[in-house]
Antibody, heavy 120, light 106 residues
Framework: QLQLQESGPGLVKPSETLSLTCTVS??????????WGWIRQPPGKRLEWIGS???????YYNPSLKSRLTISVDTSKNQFSLTLSSVTAADTAVYYC????????????WGRGTLVTVSS | DIQMTQSPSSLSASVGDRITITCRAS??????LVWYQQKPGKSPELLIF???SLQSGVPSRFSGSGSGTDFTLTISSLQPEDFATYYC?????????FGQGTKLEI
């Protein structure tokens, strides 16, 4: 059974860097049919796609975040990671990692999500 | 970016009712439309992809239709576990974008 688990600090100070890791179990992150993605949801707001990564390291970023964003993959650990620099209160959200099917591009499995609060 | 707009934003219904939620894209997205269900404190769950393809394990009372810019999600006979928030997402091009959600309440 596929499982994704987000991990990382729940509190980040303004102007600092947010770092999260998603650990995948029950499937290989090197599967050719899937990408892996990050999505966030600010409190009471709609979901926002952050970006996606392929096992080869190819990445696709939301242009609204691209200047501050890095997504990487570690196939040896079956993990992928997100770093978002220069955070502000607007980056406070529940962050989800998810598997992205390359068959018409839908997120078919999601992690439980982790709340990241940006505050001093 | 492609803007996704759902209507209504909230909907009150009863067990056994048939309901329809609409999602409109700001430009044509062919059939690259996905529906998710999200319950409070939980992550979204995939219901329908490619506008009308039911995800494995999703009850057949859920159905989706549409193409181009206008799409619908229909629940034929509401069950107690269906009361949740529903989101559409366009998967036509990046950045993938979501609708604002439709909260389905008893």
């Amino acid at each position: 059974q596929l499982q994704l688990q987000e991990s990382g600090p729940g509190l980040v100070k303004p102007s600092e860097t947010l770092s999260l890791t998603c650990t995948v179990s029950g499937d290989s992150i090197s599967s050719s049919n899937y990408y892996w993605g990050w999505i966030r949801q600010p409190p009471g707001k709609r979901l926002e796609w952050i970006g996606s990564v392929y096992y080869s390291g190819s990445t696709y970023y939301n242009p609204s975040l691209k200047s501050r964003l890095t997504i990487s993959v570690d196939t040896s650990k079956n993990q992928f990671s997100l770093t978002l620099s220069s955070v502000t209160a607007a980056d406070t959200a529940v962050y989800y990692c998810a598997r992205l099917s390359s068959n018409t591009w839908f997120f078919d499995f999601w992690g439980r999500g982790t709340l990241v609060t940006v505050s001093s | 970016d492609i803007q996704m707009t759902q209507s209504p934003s909230s909907l009150s219904a009863s067990v056994g009712d048939r309901i329809t939620i609409t999602c409109r894209a700001s430009q044509s997205i062919s059939n690259y439309l996905v529906w998710y269900q999200q319950k409070p404190g939980k992550s979204p769950e995939l219901l329908i992809f490619a506008a009308s393809s039911l995800q494995s394990g999703v009850p057949s009372r859920f159905s989706g239709s549409g193409s181009g810019t206008d799409f619908t999600l229909t629940i034929s006979s509401l069950q107690p576990e269906d009361f949740a928030t529903y989101y559409c997402q366009q998967s036509y091009r990046t950045p993938y974008t979501f609708g604002q959600g439709t909260k389905l309440e008893i």
